[in-house]
T-cell receptor
Framework: GQNIDQPTEMTATEGAIVQINCTYQ??????LFWYQQHAGEAPTFLSY????GLEEKGRFSSFLSRSKGYSYLLLKELQMKDSASYLC???????????FGAGTTVTVRA | EPEVTQTPSHQVTQMGQEVILRCVPI?????FYWYRQILGQKVEFLVS????????KSEIFDDQFSVERPDGSNFTLKIRSTKLEDSAMYFC??????????????FGEGSRLTVL
């Protein structure tokens, strides 16, 4: 099965940097996703890592270490609109069923 | 840009009634999913569908639930005899094209079901 852990909440100020950690245990590895979910809305894709290392995409970067079963999402230059839940997710290798972590609620304060 | 569409966006129903939630996945996707999110809780997998049949269902997806792909475009979730605890946001998702699935799922905007 898939077991995904991430912190419940994080708070940061506008303009700051926040790092959201995720540890996972999966039966077979097929990459690691990060999704953003604003309250009452659908999850939207942020990033996908399948190789070790850092993937940068604008203000958001995602890191993966397969040997450690660890990933993080880095949000830089935080803006108020970044207040949302960030979901770490792992797909299963046969049917790509996506299992989500419980999500990390990030609150950006002025 | 192609997107997954869901109807209705909101539905209020009485306990014991049947509800059908509809989804139109992205047209060239082959894998379809329903997820549920109870308010304040995590996104939970309900069922996956591939090649016109269920490929997996979670323990939540009991005999009360069923899915259909009645034609080439729609993918429906039927909930029979709704219970109060079925109140949630239901997300449809699709992914994977012929010969390739990156694992990325595309989610619809969700259908919020309230059971009274």
């Amino acid at each position: 099965g898939q077991n995904i852990d991430q912190p419940t909440e994080m708070t940061a100020t506008e303009g700051a940097i926040v790092q959201i950690n995720c540890t996972y245990q999966t039966s077979g590895f097929n990459g690691l996703f990060w999704y953003q979910q604003h309250a009452g809305e659908a999850p939207t894709f942020l990033s996908y890592n399948v190789l070790d290392g850092l993937e940068e995409k604008g203000r958001f970067s995602s890191f993966l270490s397969r040997s450690k079963g660890y990933s993080y999402l880095l949000l830089k230059e935080l803006q108020m609109k970044d207040s949302a839940s960030y979901l770490c997710a792992a797909p299963r290798s046969n049917d790509y069923k996506l299992s989500f972590g419980a999500g990390t609620t990030v609150t950006v304060r002025a | 840009e192609p997107e997954v569409t869901q109807t209705p966006s909101h539905q209020v129903t009485q306990m014991g009634q049947e509800v059908i939630l509809r989804c139109v996945p992205i047209s060239n996707h082959l894998y379809f999913y329903w997820y549920r999110q109870i308010l304040g809780q995590k996104v939970e997998f309900l069922v996956s569908f591939y090649n016109n049949e269920i490929s997996e269902k979670s323990e939540i997806f009991d005999d009360q639930f069923s899915v259909e792909r009645p034609d080439g475009s729609n993918f429906t979730l039927k909930i029979r005899s709704t219970k109060l605890e079925d109140s949630a946001m239901y997300f449809c998702a699709s992914g994977g094209t012929s010969g390739r699935h990156t694992g990325e799922l595309f989610f619809g905007e969700g259908s919020r079901l309230t059971v009274l």
